[in-house]
């Protein structure tokens, strides 16, 4: 059975860090990628990152803030998230494709995803 388990969300003031994880169980993949969902917006693509992290992706809203990178000895995928704004709070959630090769903005290219963890920035 395959998973994504994500954790390290919270609630942390303007300004902090937090590391997100994403740890997946039963295959491995081509490629894997963060989204977030804010309340009443569509769940847009922040990062992502094929299989050998020759290819990455940053949305120019997370761009030099957030670092996306993978243990692919745990099969494990990181979010690390600096200087956190209000604007970042949202679910996060990860997701995973078994055969698209790169890291695509659209959610039906991504077979697997993460049950998503809060992530809440205050002011």
């Known amino acids: 059975q395959v998973q994504l388990i994500e954790s390290g969300g919270g609630l942390v003031q303007a300004g902090d860090s937090l590391r997100l994880s994403c740890a997946a169980s039963?295959?491995?993949?081509?490629?894997m990628a963060w989204f977030r969902q804010a309340p009443g917006k569509e769940r847009e693509l922040l990062a992502g990152?094929?299989?050998?992290?020759?290819?990455?992706y940053y949305a120019d809203s997370v761009k030099g803030r957030f670092t996306v990178s993978r243990d692919n000895a745990k099969n494990t995928m990181y979010l690390q998230m600096n200087s956190l704004k209000p604007e970042d709070t949202a679910v996060y959630y990860c997701?995973?494709?078994?055969?698209?090769?790169?890291?695509?903005?659209?959610?039906?290219?991504?077979?697997?995803w993460g049950q998503g963890t809060q992530v809440t920035v205050s002011s």
């Open positions: 990152l094929n299989w050998s992290a020759s290819v990455t």
């Open positions: 039963g295959r491995t993949f081509t490629a």
């Open positions: 997701a995973a494709s078994k055969n698209y090769p790169g890291i695509s903005y659209h959610v039906s290219e991504y077979d697997y």
